[in-house]
């Protein structure tokens, strides 16, 4: 099966300017997941929709950063304007959205976009 | 409120030699916990998980991962290291009714020649 799809997979920008990043899941997946990750830390959740709806967006900085995802399938995450704290490359993930045969809910992640904030 | 703490921020190996990552979790529910790991400008992939099916669970690329409840522990394992290995290695958690994610910081392996 195909994997999750993100584009691009690098942007460089400078501060104050606008940058958008699309994800487009597994087919059939109804969870997905944005998470940044900041050099040298663990990804942390932006955003998690479940189909078309926001599951948590309590980390979502939504004074600047804005997400969608329209139909509940293909998602894009909105940054404007950009700081430099930006910086970091932006994973997205899905999953079933409910537990597998073995009774775990197992994420699969995109290849991810790096952005550099100048 | 649930967390995952990897002990180690960096591991450093010979190849050859045996591995161990180490991860705690905290929860009052018994978690789906997993390990993921993330080689240079890679995406994350999954290397096992544990749903409380069998304590000892055995991943790909000859690592396993056994759940103590005693200890809270998770700890990530190779018998013999290779190259290959060396990469960043995240441990994650899901409270038992939780479909929320939550990462460790990570932890970085290097194997020496």
């Known amino acids: 099966e195909a994997g999750v799809a993100q584009s691009p997979r690098y942007k460089i920008i400078e501060k104050r300017q606008s940058v958008a990043f699309w994800c487009n899941p597994i087919?059939?997946?109804?969870?997905l997941y944005w998470y940044q990750q900041i050099l040298g830390q663990g990804p942390k959740l932006l955003i998690q929709?479940?189909?078309?709806?926001?599951?948590?967006d309590s980390q979502l900085p939504k004074d600047r950063f804005s997400a969608e995802r329209l139909k509940g399938v293909d998602s894009t995450l909105k940054i404007q304007p950009a700081k430099l704290e930006d910086s970091a490359v932006y994973l997205c993930?899905?999953?079933?959205?409910?537990?597998?045969?073995?009774?775990?809910?197992?994420?699969?992640f995109g290849a991810g976009s790096r952005l550099t904030v100048l | 409120a649930q967390s995952v703490t990897q002990l180690d921020s960096h591991v450093s190996v010979s190849e050859g030699t045996p591995v161990l990552l180490r991860c705690n979790y905290s929860?009052?529910?018994?978690?789906?916990l997993f390990w993921y790991v993330q080689h240079p400008n890679k995406g994350l992939q999954l290397l096992l998980k544990?749903?409380?099916?069998?304590?000892l669970v055995k991943g790909i690329n000859g690592f396993e991962a056994e759940f103590k409840k005693s200890e809270t522990s998770f700890h990530l394992t190779k018998p013999s290291a290779h190259m290959s290995d060396a990469a960043e290695y995240f441990c994650?958690?899901?409270?038992?009714?939780?479909?929320?994610?939550?990462f460790g910081r990570g932890t970085s392996l290097i194997v020496h020649p």
């Open positions: 993930a899905s999953s079933q959205g409910g537990k597998d045969e073995s009774g775990a809910n197992v994420l699969t």
């Open positions: 087919s059939g997946h109804a969870t």
């Open positions: 929709f479940q189909n078309n709806g926001v599951v948590d």
């Open positions: 929860s009052s529910y018994s978690p789906s």
């Open positions: 544990y749903t409380s099916a069998a304590t």
């Open positions: 994650v958690s899901l409270l038992g009714g939780s479909y929320i994610p939550t």
